[in-house]
């Protein structure tokens, strides 16, 4: 079956680590996000790829990184930067980032500092 | 500033109770309307999208949504809810057809 595959579900970090998110997916999309979701705010857009080699900023992209090598996969970079990482990351994915396609969305990683 | 709306943070129904989540955005020009759905442990799901033509619109589960163009509004309803509705639900709005933007989320509690 088709889908987006995202590990691990639960993660823990140190303060001062950086950790990464993976995302794969095997629907042949060109656009996939990365989305961060917290109790009562939603989700908010952290980066977006339209193609492999080429990624945009979202509304919250600091102290977060992106890398787009291959069509599949975008994986999510969470620096020591991000000063409150903890958090439910959902990655996902549309045929094109225009035009009226809805998104297919992973199941999600719940990251937690310790 | 540019947004989308969702007025209940939380709402909880017996069953067979008729719901309507309420979802408002602040955008001009093109939109394109969804609602999401996330039950618990689960990933989210398209529940239905409104693009263009009828605005009332029929997703999966018996739920519909209502494009009111003039209210900037896509509500969402099901006349009878079960049990197995209790998910949280999401209302996001695609503007010119580009970025796609969502509402903060209502989390929906059925109760048997």
């Known amino acids: 079956d088709g889908g987006i595959t995202q590990s691990p579900k639960y993660l823990f970090r140190k303060e001062g680590q950086n950790v990464t998110l993976s995302c794969e997916q095997n629907?042949?999309?060109?656009?996939m996000y990365w989305y961060r979701q917290d109790p009562g705010q939603g989700l908010r857009l952290i980066y977006y790829?339209?193609?492999?080699?080429?990624?945009q900023k979202g509304d919250i992209a600091e102290g977060y990184s992106v890398s787009r090598e291959k069509k599949e996969s975008f994986p999510l970079t969470v620096t020591s930067a991000q000063k409150n990482p903890t958090a439910f990351y959902l990655c996902?994915?549309?045929?094109?980032?225009?035009?009226?396609?809805?998104?297919?969305f992973g199941s999600g990683t719940r990251l937690t500092v310790v | 500033a540019q947004s989308v709306s969702q007025h209940n943070h939380h709402v909880i129904l017996s069953e067979a109770a008729s719901l309507e989540l309420g979802c408002n955005y602040s955008y001009g020009g093109t939109v394109n309307l969804f609602w999401y759905v996330q039950y618990p442990g689960q990933h989210l799901q398209l529940l239905l999208k409104y693009f263009s033509g009828d605005p009332l619109v029929k997703g999966i589960k018996g739920f519909e949504a209502e494009f009111i163009k003039s209210k900037f509004s896509f509500n969402l309803r099901k006349p009878s809810v079960q049990w197995s509705d209790t998910a949280e639900y999401f209302c996001?709005?695609?503007?010119?057809?580009?970025?796609?933007?969502f509402g903060a989320g209502t989390r929906l509690t059925v109760k048997p």
């Open positions: 996902a994915s549309s045929p094109h980032r225009q035009g009226n396609y809805g998104y297919t």
């Open positions: 629907l042949n999309h060109d656009a």
């Open positions: 996001a709005v695609k503007i010119n057809n580009n970025d796609m933007r």
């Open positions: 790829s339209q193609i492999v080699n080429d990624f």
